[in-house]
């Protein structure tokens, strides 16, 4: 019996993990009390990796459509058939025709965050979609163009603030998200402890809530008039203490005017959150010897999104938070991360270099919306999407009015899948191409210690042995195909070329002997930041501590002026938008969000039966008021109507909501045809984004609105 240990890859927190095996076969998995950054800590999920590797659903070898039916197939065979259609669709329609659509666990893999720029540029459309638009893109957006790199997203320095005011996140069950921390429960605590103050702005009383000094129930879809009504107390009442920033700011004075007409009284009905607790909130801020602000979710994936996000930047910029130890800070991680390279080859941040071409929304970071696929796949012309391909995601549940999605992947001319579950998504696919487990890769959290509350690194090789092969050289294989290499382009010879190339890029040299990954990260290392070897991770199986956080200011930012930008047109042409409904009524009806469950991650893990139960279900959390007046009884079934479509799910009633809100979880629906999720579809949940509308979106950034729906719900 051997023990392991490996940085769990399911969520942001990024936890140490110690898995006892013998044999392949995983015999127990417990929290790495010695790793440098969790200290032991994990949640369900990080013990369920046993039951996901010896899954008999998953996928372990490619799967190919025939006759509407899926046989299990060769890696050639796969790849003969990728190679006789893909090619001839760009040939004919050009590259746009074929779309990719990379999905969230895509950016907790080795492989896809550091192959599938190369997949992408490969592919050479401007039809790549992302879970991005359902998630975080408003706040890499205001990272841009505040600092000038969409990776520049400061942190709360969690262990070291007095004072944290969370909008719209629930860490406690997600454990963090753009603000990577294992163990939040206890950093909350600690904060608490040493005499500091959690607020929670939340139409939800979560678990963060609970655990939190206040909780302010929030309208929905209403965060951007709150912190701006903050923002104009701060600013009138001179509260604002930018101190040894002041050299670093551009655009203040702008704020200030934009910021005039939102008085706490103007916004206390729309929030739901009283004038004058509105000042004090603002004041207790201002004061605080070290605050953070943080938003998530609830501030992102809303409709003034890109607003409410930017608007948490400079509150914490005009409190004089930035860059201060407390205060909310830019981590340095080991290796990959755009603002540590060198200042000449930083390029200041733009979008909408290119528009979609149906409803000509704009590009951000080289992505479109992907609220708008489903119309690009089923509006003839020229530049018609006519082929997807699914990098680790399930678009057909995770975004915007699924069902029109659903049936127009139906449409497709040829679909190929990455993925490990014949599910929702993947069943429309002419080809499933399966990958490793976690247990079966070797990881490095390149992305997420960009957003590190402490510097660390830590280095897990894989655990047990497959015959699957890794993901990054099936990306090469197709990356070879569709360079014209044909089925069997020599993925050796890819890979060497790309790290020879990313190494000359870096000005370092490459380690021979290694391949894959690796050999990418230890160039990556070389070029970091710090003095830290791929061979000095291998010795540290608990990890390296690169200590706290440090101020980062000015040279983490690349904006043309080199300055924070505080005011860019960008952002401050969607405050009129916002003025403007100000003097909109609120929706007179009820409103959905979303909320998530500790056992479950998105849409995939419902398969894992260790994972099911504890209150993990899929149901309509609805308050006791609005149960009365609707006639709506706990247990029993409600109706839920929006613009776009309507489900059927069971009713809880529990003063946990708001009146006027109703929240169902994203991520079931478990219960279509054509699947091979067994343990899935027994307990399927319904889908709740068959309700979500894909005209609605954020201005700015063109992510869909997954929080503040209409909705009318009946018994
Ligand atoms: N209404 C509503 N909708 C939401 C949200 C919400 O809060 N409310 N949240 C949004 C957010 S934040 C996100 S990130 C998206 C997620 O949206 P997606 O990324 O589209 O969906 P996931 O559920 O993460 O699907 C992951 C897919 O990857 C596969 N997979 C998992 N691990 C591996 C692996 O190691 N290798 C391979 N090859 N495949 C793998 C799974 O089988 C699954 O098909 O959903 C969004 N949708
Ligand atoms: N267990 C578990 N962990 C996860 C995931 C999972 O599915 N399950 N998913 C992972 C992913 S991909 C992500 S992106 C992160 C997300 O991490 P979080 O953002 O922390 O997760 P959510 O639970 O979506 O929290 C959003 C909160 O916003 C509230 N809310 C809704 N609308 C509004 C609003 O208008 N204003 C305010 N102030 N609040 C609002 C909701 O009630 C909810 O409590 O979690 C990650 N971790
Ligand atoms: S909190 Fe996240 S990283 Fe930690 S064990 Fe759970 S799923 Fe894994
Ligand atoms: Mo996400």
Not at 597 to 605: A, I, T, V
Request: glycine share 10%; net charge negative.
């Amino acid at each position: 019996m051997t023990t392991s240990f490996v940085t769990c890859p399911l969520c942001e927190a990024t936890c140490g993990l110690a898995i006892k095996h013998e044999g392949g076969q995983v015999l127990g998995i417990r929290g790495d009390k010695d790793d440098v950054f969790s200290g032991g800590y994990l949640c369900p999920k990080g013990t369920s990796l046993g039951a996901l590797d010896a899954d008999p659903d998953r996928i372990r070898t490619p799967l190919v459509k025939r006759d509407g039916e899926f046989h299990e197939a060769t890696w050639d065979e796969a790849f003969a058939l990728i190679d006789a259609r893909l090619p001839a669709l760009r040939e004919t329609h050009g590259p746009d025709t074929v779309a990719v659509y990379f999905g969230n666990p895509s950016a907790h893999n080795l492989s896809g965050a550091l192959y599938l720029r190369v997949l992408a540029k490969a592919l050479a459309t401007r039809n790549v979609y992302s879970a991005g638009t359902v998630d975080q893109v408003p706040k890499t957006f205001v990272g841009g163009y505040l600092y000038g790199d969409a990776a520049t997203i400061p942190v709360a320095d969690l262990d070291r603030t007095d004072h944290l005011l969370i909008l719209g996140a629930n860490p406690l069950v997600s454990n963090g998200s753009l603000m990577t921390a294992p163990d939040m429960r206890g950093k909350l605590a600690a904060i608490r402890k040493r005499g500091g103050k959690v607020v929670v702005i939340d139409p939800a009383r979560t678990r963060t809530a609970e655990r939190a000094d206040e909780h302010h129930p929030i309208t929905p879809g209403t965060d951007a008039f709150l912190l701006f009504a903050m923002l104009h107390v701060i600013l009138e009442e001179g509260l604002e203490r930018v101190d040894g920033l002041a050299p670093h700011l551009a655009g203040l004075d702008e704020v200030r005017v934009l910021a005039k007409p939102f008085s706490p009284e103007t916004v206390a009905e729309r929030t739901g959150i009283a004038a004058d607790e509105i000042r004090r909130l603002a004041s207790e801020l201002a004061a605080a010897e070290r605050a953070a602000v943080y938003g998530r979710m609830g501030t992102t994936t809303v409709e003034f999104g890109t607003l409410a996000s930017w608007l948490v930047d400079v509150l914490n910029i005009v409190t004089g938070n930035l860059d201060r130890p407390g205060g909310v800070m830019f981590p340095k991680a080991a290796a990959g991360q755009p603002n540590t390279r060198p200042r000449d080859a930083r390029r200041p941040f733009r979008h909408g270099r290119w528009h979609s071409r149906v409803r000509e929304l704009p590009e951000v970071m080289g992505e479109l919306p992907v609220a708008t696929l489903a119309d690009e796949i089923l509006t003839p012309g020229n530049g018609q999407v006519r082929a997807l391909v699914t990098v680790m995601g399930n678009p057909c549940v995770s975004t915007p009015r699924a069902g029109r999605l659903d049936e127009a992947l139906e449409r497709l001319d040829f679909m190929v899948s990455f993925d490990v579950y014949l599910n929702e998504t993947t069943r429309h696919a002419d080809v499933i191409l399966p990958g490793p487990t976690p247990l079966e890769r070797d990881h490095y959290d390149l992305l997420l210690y960009q957003y590190a509350v402490r510097n660390v690194a830590n280095w897990t090789p894989a655990v047990v042995q497959t015959d699957v092969p890794q993901e990054w050289e099936t990306m090469l294989r197709l990356v070879g195909v569709l360079q014209g290499m044909g089925p069997d382009a020599d993925v050796a010879a890819l890979d060497a070329a790309l790290a020879d190339g990313i190494a000359r890029l870096n000005g370092v040299a490459v380690t021979e002997g290694l391949a894959g990954p690796r050999r990418l990260l230890d160039v990556l290392l070389k070029a970091g930041p710090y003095d830290v070897t791929l061979a000095d991770l291998e010795a540290a199986p608990h990890g390296l501590d690169l200590g706290p956080l440090q101020p980062r200011l000015p040279e983490v930012l690349s904006t043309a002026s080199g300055l924070v930008e505080l005011a860019p047109a960008a952002i401050v042409d969607d405050v009129p938008r916002l003025v403007a409904a100000l003097d909109r009524p609120a929706a007179p009806g009820m409103v959905l969000i979303g909320r998530r469950h500790l056992r479950s991650n998105n849409s995939w893990m419902h398969n894992l039966e260790p994972l099911a139960g504890g209150g993990n279900d899929c149901s309509a959390h609805v308050h006791p008021d609005d149960a009365a007046r609707l006639g709506l009884v706990d247990g029993g079934a409600c109706t839920m109507t929006s613009r776009v479509g309507a489900i059927t799910l069971p009713v809880v009633v529990t003063d946990r909501i708001r009146p006027g809100v109703v929240s169902v979880p994203h991520g079931w629906g478990h219960d279509v045809d054509g699947t091979r999720t067994e343990v899935a579809a027994r307990r399927p949940g319904v889908n709740s984004n068959v309700l979500t509308d894909d005209t609605v979106l954020d201005v700015p950034t063109g992510t869909g609105v997954l929080n503040g729906i209409p909705v009318e719900l009946l018994p």
